[in-house]
């Protein structure tokens, strides 16, 4: 394996921005290598001529989960693109190490097997999560408890066999936040696991708050452009260790090519955040003074996602927009739209799902990177059933009346 690849986060005296490490990090060995671009290693098995040496490596993994020095033996160990994503993030999480998967219910998966696998198998974990998180947890089908609770009730709901409390801020549909140094206090020994997703490292590290695991849904933010899957957990290098275990163990490996992309969505992850940050505030504030919005949601540390209830039919208001996408997903570079109750939360129990605040009117949307008052227009007539209107040039278009001749179509802190 090249040099960056293993290389540990970075101990330079003084350390780097965020948005400098953003660009930088996992790639400080490319110059040296005489290479301006990260190499993709495609690689399913590499040659050794000196299987005793090689027997003695994949002994060393086996006992301790550590990256092995020189070449991977099989794709399913390591590989080193992969391995460039997981530096790169860990430094802009501020943790030790981390440990990419090929989704992110995968690296959840590895966390709750990793814990399980000691013994503890109780999870206390605050709703709303997101929808497939809850039913990971409340299905039992890794042979996990959880116990739900609210924030306050975290240090009463510990238990000998508690392995994990798990809580996500901005939460994921509502946007409710939580206090993660308060509740890392609450959890005393047990380690806490923040999903970071919707804030990302541009807004949140929960490291620095006392959390021990940190959670991303690469396939957001992380990646940007809705075209590549990946998970990956954030961790201190013990952690890690026991996570590329599982995840030799169980498969759930991210492809090179899938690492490639998302080392290279984290190289514009600042400017991307912070431009589509400052149009959900605007939105935000727009939606909370329009009569037809009953409430609107926005977290205080601010975000690219805005979630908000309607007076009226939220189905007709998916069915009529026209610039934003309606789909799953969201931290694209353009904007989508979806009704929680319907898809990304239908999986989790009627009752807890409105108990936890995802109503039956609420919307989510993630904002993109379009012009702000596109997006407004585009809300604006589909919450009130108007023809949408296309700006082309200088001039406004009824959508479907075609372009005239010549038309050319036109912050933050690290943690709370």
């Not at 005793?52 to 060393?60: G, T």
């Not at 460039?84 to 993030?89: D, P, Q, S, Y």
């Not at 974990?125 to 739900?148: F, I, K, M, N, Q």
């Not at 923040?194 to 620095?208: G, K, S």
Request: hydrophobic fraction near 45%; charged fraction near 20%; include cysteine.
């Amino acid at each position: 394996m090249d040099t960056e690849a293993s290389m540990a986060p970075s101990t330079t005296t003084r350390s780097r921005a965020l948005a400098t490490e953003a660009v930088h990090a996992g790639r400080d060995d490319l110059a040296a290598l005489g290479l301006h671009a990260p190499p993709i290693d495609l690689s399913t098995t590499y040659p050794s001529y000196d299987s005793r040496a090689e027997a003695e490596r994949i002994d060393s993994f086996a006992a301790t989960g550590a990256r092995l020095d020189g070449p991977p033996v099989y794709a399913r160990l390591d590989n080193p693109t992969t391995a460039r994503f997981e530096t790169a993030l860990a430094r802009l999480e501020g943790a030790a190490s981390a440990v990419a998967f090929a989704s992110g219910m995968a690296a959840l998966t590895a966390v709750l097997l990793a814990r399980a696998s000691i013994g503890l198998r109780h999870v206390v974990a605050v709703r709303p999560l997101y929808g497939c998180s809850d039913h990971l947890l409340g299905a039992g089908l890794l042979g996990t408890e959880v116990t739900w609770t609210d924030p306050a009730g975290i240090a009463d709901a510990i238990r000998p066999d508690t392995g994990l409390v798990m809580v996500e801020t901005p939460a994921n549909p509502t946007l409710g936040e939580v206090d993660v140094r308060a509740v890392a206090h609450s959890c005393g020994s047990v380690p806490l696991l923040v999903d970071n997703t919707f804030a990302t490292p541009v807004l949140q590290r929960p490291v620095e708050h006392g959390a021990q695991i940190v959670l991303h849904s690469a396939t957001k933010y992380l990646g940007g452009h809705g075209d590549v899957m990946g998970g990956v957990v954030a961790c201190d290098e013990e952690f890690a260790a026991r996570l590329r275990q599982v995840r030799f163990a169980t498969g759930g490996v991210l492809h090179p090519m899938a690492g490639y992309l998302l080392l290279r969505g984290l190289s514009t992850l600042p400017v991307r955040v912070r431009a589509a940050s400052a149009s959900a505030a605007e939105l935000s504030r727009r939606l909370a003074a329009d009569p037809r919005i009953a409430r609107v949601h926005y977290p205080e540390l601010g975000g690219a996602m805005v979630s908000f209830e309607v007076f009226g039919d939220p189905h007709r208001v998916i069915s009529a927009v026209r610039l934003i996408t309606p789909a799953v997903s969201l931290g694209s570079v353009d904007s989508l739209i979806q009704h929680p109750a319907s898809i990304s939360h239908r999986i989790v129990d009627e009752g807890d799902r409105r108990a936890a605040g995802v109503g039956d009117r609420l919307l989510r949307m993630s904002v993109g990177l379009e012009d702000v008052e596109d997006l407004w227009a585009d809300l604006c007539q589909a919450l009130s059933g108007e023809e949408p209107v296309v700006r082309q040039g200088f001039s406004d278009v009824p959508a479907g009346a075609g372009a005239a001749a010549g038309t050319v179509p036109e912050p933050s802190s690290a943690g709370r």
